[in-house]
């Protein structure tokens, strides 16, 4: 036998095992649940508390931190450029939308440095987009390691968006440099882009549990998407200015600016901005009479609803992963 049971000494039954088995056919009235509880076993599947299941996560940082790092170092590995791709695909996108948007449409004729309002809104944006996108392929991409492995199945969506920010993190030098070509000064001010891409970790997170869990169970989302970041994006003033048209075009309107202010797209893409361009912080702001200091706050309560609720709507289903 593959699995030789071990006897005791007195040659009796095998030691570890239950002395009396649960009578079936209708012969006793006790039901599996009760024997069950009767022996002190358990479900080897359950979904834990979400104390434990917090606790759990935390125990796997390592885990989830190389597993991201392995995915990081194997893309683009079949491309001659390589991880040359984790800057050009940004960049090219900001070409696209500088010739179609910049040149052709002058929706940036009315700010001082369009180049780097628009390369700070592309990147910043596409680590959202890019963050959603691979939550929701997290779970239904891994079944094999799901169905092979007992973890916490949050460790996947966390470490697709370690991956996403891995590669922001390169983006980021060549952001910084695009800054630095069109004239901003180093200042402390710009110190703000760190608590700044910290709460749009905490939300990107967040929001990749809520995919995850949905693409897990409706594969379609994932051909919506598309659709939906595409829709987002233009929502998000990622290639024009949110104040300029909240004062030009809605004036009239001024629920619908209130809903783009608090858009958690455009909070995260303002709040880099104004941290690292200085003439869109004090020229073009001023000009169309609108501040930041409610960003802040938006950023706060977005990066906190959408982890703590995100992360208990994932829990909630944490053992119908892999199944089926």
């Not at 590995?77 to 002058?106: D, H, K, M």
């Not at 369009?114 to 939550?135: D, M, N």
């Not at 994932?222 to 030009?248: K, N």
Request: some cysteine.
């Amino acid at each position: 036998m593959s699995h030789p049971e071990r006897l005791s000494s007195s040659g009796g039954e095998p030691v570890g095992t239950i002395s009396e088995s649960p009578r079936m056919n209708g012969q006793s009235s006790e039901s599996l649940a009760g024997f069950a509880a009767r022996h002190g076993l358990k479900q080897s599947a359950a979904r834990p508390p979400l104390s434990t299941y917090v606790q759990q996560v935390w125990q796997r940082r390592t885990f989830i931190w190389n597993f991201a790092s392995a995915k990081t170092s194997s893309m683009y590995t079949s491309s001659r450029l390589g991880q040359l791709w984790q800057v050009l695909t940004p960049l090219l996108n900001v070409a696209v939308y500088f010739l179609i948007f910049g040149v052709l449409l002058q929706t940036g004729r009315d700010v001082t440095d369009f180049i780097p309002f628009l390369v700070t809104g592309v990147f910043i944006f596409t680590f959202t987009q890019r963050s959603v996108t691979a939550g929701a392929k997290s779970i239904s991409g891994n079944l094999s390691l799901i169905r092979a492995l007992h973890f916490p199945r949050a460790s996947l969506p966390f470490a697709h968006v370690i991956v996403e920010l891995q590669q922001l993190l390169i983006s980021m030098v060549v952001l910084f440099a695009v800054v630095f070509a069109w004239g901003e000064v180093p200042s402390l001010y710009m110190l703000l882009i760190v608590p700044t891409l910290l709460l749009q970790l905490c939300f990107n997170m967040g929001l990749s549990l809520v995919l995850a869990r949905i693409g897990a169970f409706t594969p379609d989302i994932q051909q919506l998407l598309p659709f939906i970041l595409r829709t987002w994006l233009y929502a998000s003033g990622v290639i024009f200015a949110i104040p300029q048209i909240a004062q030009d075009r809605l004036k009239d309107h001024p629920w619908l600016t209130e809903l783009l202010k608090a858009n958690p797209g455009s909070v995260y893409v303002e709040l880099a901005r104004t941290s690292l361009i200085e003439s869109y912080r004090n020229k073009d702001l001023p000009k169309w009479h609108w501040t930041d200091s409610h960003l802040w706050w938006y950023a706060i309560a977005w990066a906190v609803i959408a982890l703590v609720g995100g992360f208990w709507y994932f829990h909630r289903a944490e053992e119908r992963y892999g199944r089926g």
